[in-house]
């Protein structure tokens, strides 16, 4: 399987490592931590030496109870890092849900879209949505999330029932109603979107079952780093795992990627990629050996 960018064609034989790069003040793990412009750019080196195959850049924090920024002020963090991330020689991925942003960065040269409300989300404003400005684009990959209401409500009221069916229902409409836009399938991945608006259980049987996305036939993103629900498993508090303390985050975190890789995520989204990456080898080692 690929995954077809604005300037790259990624071979997802292999699973990919997705670099996060949170140009935020106030994002759940690390905000603040890479809030400088240069913090930002020496960050995104940094991962790169680590072994990231992708970087992804987001300049507005989508954790439980975050509130909208401003496009203006979205636009002051992010493309400023853009810039430089598109000079380094791997695909880059931003997050936002904003067409002004989406559009800006793909006039930069950016290859990703990583859309936590799926194309869905609407402006005030009347002008070009989400969803048009991806598909006005001729080759950008676009990844589509499963979000529950919104970051201010998802956690507070989470969803009901089997989630597995729900997630997989809406992810199929989403990437469906794309490609009869007119969007290539090669250039859709889907993600189901763990913490946002799950319960505990809820975002592990979405782990446990995330085969059933596989079949599909799009690229799977899976992205658990440093989550609360990894949290409240291994018997520590949020707070524990989602700090920069690296002894509580790192080993639940890696081994959620492992889990979802040999569950058939071809690309894992991460803020510890050293530690994802030599897991990964020693994954593919074992398999070579069979």
């Known amino acids: ?12 034989t292999a699973p ?33 030496k680590d072994g990231a195959d992708i970087l992804d850049i987001g300049g507005e924090s989508t954790r439980p109870g975050a509130l909208e920024l401003p496009v203006e002020e979205e636009l002051e963090r992010v493309l400023p890092i853009v810039r430089h991330a598109v000079t380094l020689g791997v ?19 950016a290859d990703i879209i990583n859309d936590v409300w799926a194309l869905q989300w609407r402006a005030g404003a009347i002008g070009t949505s989400a969803i048009d400005v991806v598909r006005q684009h001729p080759s950008c990959g676009v990844c589509l999330m499963h979000m529950h209401r919104n970051p201010q409500t998802m956690q507070v009221a989470p969803m ?32 189901p979107g763990i913490g946002f608006g799950k319960t505990v259980q809820q975002n592990f049987a979405l782990l446990a079952q995330q085969t059933a996305l596989v079949p599909l036939g799009y690229a799977v993103l899976a992205g658990w ?6 949290a409240a498993v291994t018997g520590r508090s949020l707070a524990a795992v ?11 975190s890696v081994t959620a990627a492992l889990l979802a890789v040999q569950n058939g995520a071809h690309v894992v ?3 510890d990629v050293k530690e994802t990456v030599q897991a ?6 074992m398999q070579k050996g069979r």
């Not at 997050?95 to 800006?104: R, S």
């Not at 780093?225 to 990894?230: C, D, M, P, Q, T």
């Not at 303390?245 to 639940?252: E, F, K």
Request: hydrophobic share 40%; glycine share 6%.
């Open 1 to 12: 399987m690929h995954w077809r960018t604005s300037r790259f064609t990624i071979d997802l």
């Open 16 to 48: 990919k490592v997705m670099g996060i790069v949170n140009v935020t003040p106030d994002s759940f793990s690390d905000g603040g931590a890479h809030g400088s412009r240069d913090a930002a750019k020496a960050h995104c080196d940094r991962l790169l």
């Open 91 to 109: 695909p880059v991925s931003v997050d936002t849900y904003k067409p002004q942003v989406m559009q800006a960065v793909l006039d930069l040269g």
């Open 160 to 191: 009901e029932g089997d989630v597995v069916p729900q997630v997989l229902l809406f992810l199929e409409r989403s990437a469906q109603y794309l490609q009869g836009l007119g969007v290539d399938k090669a250039r859709i991945c889907i993600d």
């Open 225 to 230: 780093s440093r989550k609360s629900s990894l």
């Open 242 to 252: 989602a700090t920069l303390d690296i002894r509580d985050r790192l080993v639940p």
């Open 269 to 271: 989204r991460v803020h």
């Open 280 to 285: 990964l080898k020693v994954l593919s080692a």
